[in-house]
């Protein structure tokens, strides 16, 4: 089954204690995206990546940090997590953006934060 | 406003009724797309529409685009309990189109509730 998985689902922490959520597809797909959904503010992007190896600031990357180094992942870390960081996020895959800009997203199915 | 703003914000219908959604963006658009998101899940992608479209079907789903007015809207026919759940419209800026990858703006989403 095509989909976007993301671990762990729930997730409660501590201000400071690093942590880093998981984001894996299975599509072949080329783009992923970060989002945080926020009672109020919808959806905003954290950050994305085109490729393997390339990826850029969305429009709230501070505090965030993402890695690409494999096709299907694209985890998101939290150094220092702050109880602000207390969200639902989601990762997101597309095909090549390159080819089909403006493509529609596949989401996962999220991940409560609450830092405390 | 906001670039992609749906009204209303709440709409609470029997089962059997029709739905019926808006959404009005702000500035050009390459397409427009149509997301449902049920209760802390993930986005589901339902359907896209070009800007040199005016109207595309998908089973129940029925999606308008009126480029001169900034809007679209997204109706639901024969409405089942089922459909409950937060819709959004979410628009690619003809002027984003080859920036980031053609990157998705969100709004703020239509709870609907359909009562059996």
């Known amino acids: 089954e095509a989909q976007v998985t993301q671990n762990p689902r729930y997730l409660i922490t501590v201000t400071g204690k690093k942590l880093t959520v998981t984001c894996s597809q299975n599509?072949?797909?080329?783009?992923m995206s970060w989002y945080r959904q926020d009672p109020g503010l919808g959806l905003r992007q954290i950050y994305y990546?085109?490729?393997?190896?390339?990826?850029d600031k969305g429009d709230v990357p501070e505090g965030y940090k993402v890695s690409r180094k494999e096709k299907r992942n694209f985890p998101l870390i939290l150094e220092s997590p702050s109880p602000n960081q207390t969200s639902l996020y989601f990762c997101a895959s597309t095909s090549d953006r390159e080819v089909f800009p403006g493509s529609p997203l596949h989401f996962g199915n999220g991940t409560r934060l609450t830092v405390t | 406003s906001q670039q992609g703003e749906e009204d209303p914000q709440a709409l609470s219908i029997q089962e059997g009724e029709n739905a019926t959604m808006n959404c009005s963006y702000k500035?050009?658009?390459?397409?427009l797309q149509w997301y449902r998101q049920n209760s802390g899940r993930g986005l589901v992608h339902l359907i896209l529409?070009?800007?040199?479209?005016r109207e595309k079907h998908s089973g129940r789903l029925r999606v308008t685009l009126d480029t001169s007015k900034k809007s679209s809207s997204l109706l639901i026919t024969a409405s089942r309990a089922a459909d409950t759940a937060s819709y959004f419209c979410?628009?690619?800026?003809?002027?984003?189109?080859?920036?980031?990858?053609?990157?998705?703006?969100f709004g703020q989403g239509t709870e609907l509730s359909v009562k059996p």
């Open positions: 529409i070009r800007s040199n479209e």
């Open positions: 979410a628009t690619v800026l003809s002027a984003m189109i080859y920036n980031q990858g053609g990157k998705l703006i």
């Open positions: 599509m072949n797909h080329e783009y």
């Open positions: 500035t050009s658009i390459n397409n």
């Open positions: 990546s085109m490729n393997v190896e390339v990826t």
